[in-house]
């Protein structure tokens, strides 16, 4: 079984930057595809971008292209979500999830088995 627990939202201007941090235990997630989706007020989580085990593939929705990177720390079981250039409408409760058939990145939630909490994020205008 695998914990994961994300940390490092918060308030941010518009223009600022956040780095979410997703910190796995219960099981080493080096093989692992990691993902982040967001989940706005009264809409469906959405993906957000992914990485494959060794961070040779990864994968973004076309809105935070060249704002986000997806990084990963596999002998600190953590991967980071940085985020810059952050406009309002990337309000939302980041999700960090992870599934062991790392060789793919994916952008289907259908594809992850593990998720945590979340951690609230709020660009203000």
């Known amino acids: 079984q695998v914990q994961l627990v994300e940390s490092g939202g918060g308030l941010v201007q518009a223009g600022g930057s956040l780095r979410l941090s997703c910190v796995a235990s219960?099981?080493?997630?080096?093989?692992?595809?990691m993902g982040w989706f967001r989940q706005a007020p009264g809409k469906e989580r959405e993906f957000v971008g992914a990485?494959?085990?060794?961070?040779?593939?990864?994968y973004y929705v076309d809105s935070v292209k060249g704002r986000f990177t997806i990084s990963r720390d596999n002998a600190k079981n953590t991967v980071y979500l940085q985020m810059n250039s952050l406009k309002p409408e990337d309000t939302a409760v980041y999700y960090c999830a992870a599934d062991p058939r790392g060789s793919w990145s994916s952008r289907l939630a259908n594809n992850y088995g593990y998720w945590g909490q979340g951690t609230q994020v709020t660009v203000s205008s």
């Open positions: 219960g099981r080493a997630v080096s093989a692992f595809r």
């Open positions: 990485i494959n085990w060794n961070g040779g593939n990864q």
